[in-house]
């Protein structure tokens, strides 16, 4: 499926006229093509923009951030590209998709390249490797995994935080479940979409909050696509399923119980999904990370207002029902909150899937974001 349309020459001359009398309707054409040879300008290094530091000051104190632009649109009107994949099956609206069918990206001087679809676990490697210029938003234990295995990336916004209402995942189980509390689950089978992610490390986190030792070997992980995890919930071969619908969604179909959720076991800390580039990336093109910041925070802000519209975005250009799409609550302003880094690089370390001594300050930095202000 291609996500967008030929951009024409009269479209792109209105697109920088316009840029500067933004208002608060939103425009939903689609995005328009790259153009030729889809490559970005080089910008120059901007004293420190590349470090990982927490402790500094704001990178932008311009407001509103549609105001933050990178260089080469300032100065030429032209549209930086930056390379992203396409979603697979979407669970909840898509950031990216959103702010692109809204325009806000091309205000900040951004063009969006949807190349394909990439695995999530093949994220942290195509950023890396050049394949992908930003990561579409992970969650952030397969960022903290990455580093510590020496990947050179950091994250640079968030994305997706849990409520109570609104949990990143939940673990469900048929009405006539046994499973009713952590040892309940003690032998059984789950069912998860993708090892080394939220799903397979929040049941054992919820395990080992209620005092189950060695968790990891306590329950069968058993792999297979989300939109296949009811139906094999269903037909018994599996005790429980974690899946990124929400409590109210469950309830309603009234089939499965929720047994917990993340917002159980971390409260609100533990389903961030950030967006990282790699050090290069951002050591070369301070200014677009910091445009592409602005738009993310912009694009955050409109989805928390609009949730409905947000997942008619997401249906219509996935091609999908929107009832598939299950609303998410997002970062306010894109800044990351270090304990959503902690807990993760905690349990990690605990399970011995990475190595001790891993900061936050390592895994994030919110030194690009407008709204950001340090604590002094």
Not at 53 to 82: E, N, W
Request: proline share 8%; charged share 20%; aromatic share 8%.
């Amino acid at each position: 499926m291609t996500y967008g349309l030929n951009k024409t020459f009269l479209s792109l001359v209105l697109l920088v006229i316009g840029v500067f009398a933004v208002t608060g309707c939103r425009n939903e054409t689609k995005t328009p093509a790259p153009p030729a040879g889809g490559k970005a300008a080089s910008s120059p290094v901007a004293g420190s923009a590349g470090s990982p530091a927490q402790a500094g000051t704001a990178a932008d104190s311009q407001s509103p951030t549609h105001g933050v632009v990178t260089d080469q649109f300032a100065s030429t009107g032209k549209l930086v590209v930056l390379k992203v994949p396409v979603p697979p099956d979407p669970t909840s609206p898509e950031i990216l998709l959103v702010g692109d069918e809204l325009n806000i990206f091309q205000e900040h001087g951004i063009l969006l390249d949807f190349i394909g679809v990439i695995p999530a676990p093949q994220n942290v490697a195509s950023v890396v490797s050049g394949r992908i210029d930003v990561s579409p938003g992970s969650h952030i234990n397969r960022t903290i995994a990455g580093i510590s295995a020496g990947a050179k990336i950091l994250a640079v916004a968030g994305k997706t935080e849990t409520t109570e209402r609104v949990p990143h995942m939940i673990g469900i189980v048929s009405k006539d479940s046994p499973v009713k509390a952590p040892a309940d689950l003690v032998g059984r089978k789950v069912g998860i979409p993708t090892i080394g992610g939220c799903n397979e490390y929040t049941p054992y986190a919820w395990l080992d909050k209620n005092g189950i030792a060695d968790a990891k070997s306590k329950i069968e992980v058993i792999v297979m696509p989300e939109k296949n995890l009811e139906q094999v919930l269903r037909q018994g071969e599996i005790d429980l399923a974690m899946t990124h619908k929400l409590p109210e969604e469950i309830n309603r179909q009234g089939e499965f119980t929720v047994v917990f959720s993340d917002y159980d076991v971390w409260a609100g800390d533990g389903g961030a999904t950030p967006f990282y580039f790699s050090t290069d990336y951002i050591k070369e093109h301070p200014d677009v990370v910091r445009a592409f910041v602005a738009a993310i925070a912009e694009t955050l802000n409109w989805s928390n207002d609009h949730p409905y519209e947000a997942r008619e975005i997401t249906a219509r250009r996935t091609n999908q029902d929107v009832v598939n799409v299950s609303e998410r609550y997002y970062t306010p302003n894109g800044i990351i909150k270090p304990e959503t880094a902690i807990v993760w690089i905690d349990l990690l370390t605990a399970f011995g899937e990475i190595k001790p001594g891993l900061t936050a300050e390592q895994i994030y930095t919110n030194e690009f974001n407008p709204h950001y202000r340090p604590k002094l």
